[in-house]
């Protein structure tokens, strides 16, 4: 049976993501940026793929964002104890948005600003939306 140890590159892979989970630990969101051409990445990269340099930074970003899309998730998966709303978010400063659960009184609305807070997980904080 395979277990991690025999696979080295998503070992190496998981130390290099580190930064990030240990900086939603901090309540901060974070991810990559090139040194080079100024690119911001996410998910964060070891390699830009704008201009491919290995010159990468960690940076903080901003929490807001903007509601583009969503859906309800009726029947929860295992781990979840009741339905919940997923919110597809297009951050302020990245270009690509971003999906994460939507936490709130009333369902999300396409264009509603939102928030990223963090709730966590047995002892790991994972990003929220929630209205801003
Ligand atoms: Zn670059």
Redesign the pocket.
């Known amino acids: 049976m395979a277990t991690l140890q025999q696979f080295p590159y998503f070992i190496e892979k998981a130390e290099r993501i580190k930064p990030f989970w240990d900086a939603l630990n901090q309540g901060k969101f974070v991810s990559t940026r090139?040194s080079?051409?100024e690119?911001v990445h996410f998910p964060p990269r070891i390699l830009?793929p704008?201009?491919f340099?290995t010159n990468v930074e960690w940076t903080e970003l901003p929490r807001k964002g903007t509601v583009e899309s969503f859906t309800f998730v009726e029947i929860p998966p295992e781990g979840f104890l009741e339905s919940y709303y997923l919110a597809m978010v297009r951050m302020d400063q990245l270009e690509k948005p971003i999906l994460a659960r939507f936490v709130g009184e009333n369902p999300p609305s396409i264009g509603q600003a939102v928030e990223m807070h963090f709730e966590s997980i047995d002892g790991q904080n994972v990003p929220v939306f929630k209205p801003a």
Do not use: N
Request: net charge negative; hydrophobic share 0%; with cysteine.
């Open positions: 090139c080079e051409c690119e830009c704008k201009c340099s």
